[in-house]
């Protein structure tokens, strides 16, 4: 396969079929020395398999992490959360066999047969984990976004490439055989020239468009609340307000749809069509000026030409009773399944489109001039393309293996970094309220130095940021 990201590693399903798979495979400066990371001593790879540590214990490490690291037959040594019961769920989960931790900073400092860890929290504290496990040496397979900000995206980004252990971002579609051969089809020009992406989340289970509510209330017994904000703005404890799984729509700790997905949905076309940095970014919306992300936005990345292909336009909508894509790109999703699904990506050339699901893992193609969808791997013009890519069993096993010297992992924390610094470039337009042209290498936007407080922000003193 032809990955042309620069600098980027190089090193599957859809999305009922992953998930049916993954069932069935059923967060004070860091204790530890500082030293470079280019200094890191990776653990000794072993045959048989990997002590794990799993920090951050809620709705994705119980509903996916936990039941896929375990059914590969690693052992979790240790699972770590500020929220007592949450550890609590999770020792019952493994058998009571993992001892529990509140602090992972004294989980890196007494596990010292540790080999990876698995970093499952709110997003605000995946860099002060990462950057600590990278000390000490550990495997890390993080879940997306990569990091709350850009800066410590960038940060990420160049401490994982001196760093001697194994990193996966946790965009599971990238195993998908799909995504893989709609790369090998796109690359091989079927579709054409991509000039339009199409990107929808209608949906939210978080609060949007609103700011933070007044008072506070008592904090359950058992969490730590202080250290669950962490290196992010103290507010009061709220009930259903932040914790659990209600805080991703706070741009305090979380980044709203796009923080969530895009990782996932902006994978394929950023492998596909070696998309670079965008260079101007249009938004819009509805309640955009709140501390929470926009009840309904549309978000249009513009990438400028780049070697043989021309400029390409990325539009993201999300939000209930917002715009979706135009009808003429939709309609022939209707014509074969009957109706619109539920979120979606279709990729736009000037010979037909590929709809490639929300999270890679789909792939049907139409060509110019007809009706339906049918199958990349059954379409008459898909045929004649090489199938050339690496099969994998599954994203975590493909880190697993990788921890255990085999083959490198597909989105290491280089590739997973780059696609979160775009995912929040957009976040950056929409918490400034306005369109903006932005300057990726340098992570600047032109000419609006209020940008300079949400690319980098002010984080609180003592937590490993």
């Not at 054409?192 to 017994?221: K, L, S």
């Not at 135009?326 to 539920?342: A, H, K, L, N, Q």
């Not at 898909?382 to 099969?391: D, E, H, I, L, Q």
Request: aromatic residues 10%.
């Amino acid at each position: 396969m032809n990955d042309n990201i620069p600098g980027m590693a190089s090193s599957v399903c859809t999305r009922r079929r992953f998930l049916g798979t993954a069932a069935a495979g059923v967060l004070a400066t860091a204790l530890l020395p500082r030293r470079s990371p280019g200094e890191n001593a990776a653990p000794a790879a072993r045959k048989d398999k990997l002590n794990v540590a799993c920090i951050g214990m809620g709705g994705m490490m119980m509903g996916m992490d936990l039941n896929l690291i375990t059914g590969l037959g690693q052992n979790v040594t240790a699972v770590c959360d500020v929220d007592e019961s949450q550890v609590e769920k999770a020792k019952a989960a493994v058998g009571g066999k993992a001892k529990g931790y509140k602090d992972y900073r004294k989980l890196l400092e007494e596990e010292k047969n540790l080999d990876a860890v698995i970093i499952a929290t709110p997003d605000h504290w995946h860099a002060p984990i990462i950057m600590a496990a990278m000390e000490a040496g550990k495997h890390i397979y993080c879940e997306k976004p990569l990091a709350h900000d850009i800066w410590q995206t960038r940060k990420i980004r160049e401490l994982a490439r001196k760093s001697k252990v194994i990193t996966q971002t946790g965009n599971q579609g990238s195993a998908s055989k799909n995504l893989r051969r709609n790369i090998e089809l796109i690359q091989a020009g079927v579709i054409g020239q991509v000039h339009d992406i199409y990107i929808w989340h209608p949906e939210f289970g978080f609060p949007t468009g609103v700011n933070r509510p007044d008072g506070g209330d008592p904090v359950p017994a058992g969490l730590d609340w202080n250290f669950w904000i962490g290196p992010s703005p103290m507010r009061p404890y709220k009930r259903d307000i932040y914790h659990p799984a209600k805080w991703r729509g706070w741009y305090d700790y979380g980044n709203g749809i796009i923080g969530d997905f895009c990782c996932h949905v902006f994978n394929l076309p950023v492998r596909a069509l070696n998309l670079g940095y965008p260079e101007k970014i249009e938004v819009s919306g509805t309640n955009m000026d709140k501390e929470s992300f926009p009840s309904t936005s549309t978000v249009r990345y513009h990438f400028p030409k780049k070697d043989k292909r021309g400029p390409v336009r990325m539009h993201f909508y999300s939000g209930s009773g917002g715009p979706m894509p135009p009808d003429d790109i939709t309609r022939s999703m209707v014509d074969t399944f009957g109706r619109i699904d539920r979120v979606g990506c279709i990729m736009v050339g000037d010979k037909g489109m590929i709809s490639a699901g929300f999270w890679n893992s789909d792939g049907y193609i139409i060509m110019k001039g007809e009706s339906k969808y049918k199958g990349i791997f059954n379409h008459d013009a898909a045929k004649a393309v090489p199938t050339g890519f690496r099969k994998v069993d599954s994203h975590m096993g493909e880190w697993v293996d990788a921890c255990l010297g085999g083959s490198k992992t597909y989105s290491d924390f280089d590739f997973g970094g780059y696609l979160t610094e775009i995912g929040l470039a957009g976040v950056v337009a929409l918490r400034l309220g306005h369109d903006i042209e932005w300057n990726g290498e340098k992570m600047k936007v032109k000419g609006v130095k209020e940008a300079g407080a949400i690319i980098r922000p002010d984080y609180r003193p003592g937590w490993g940021i």
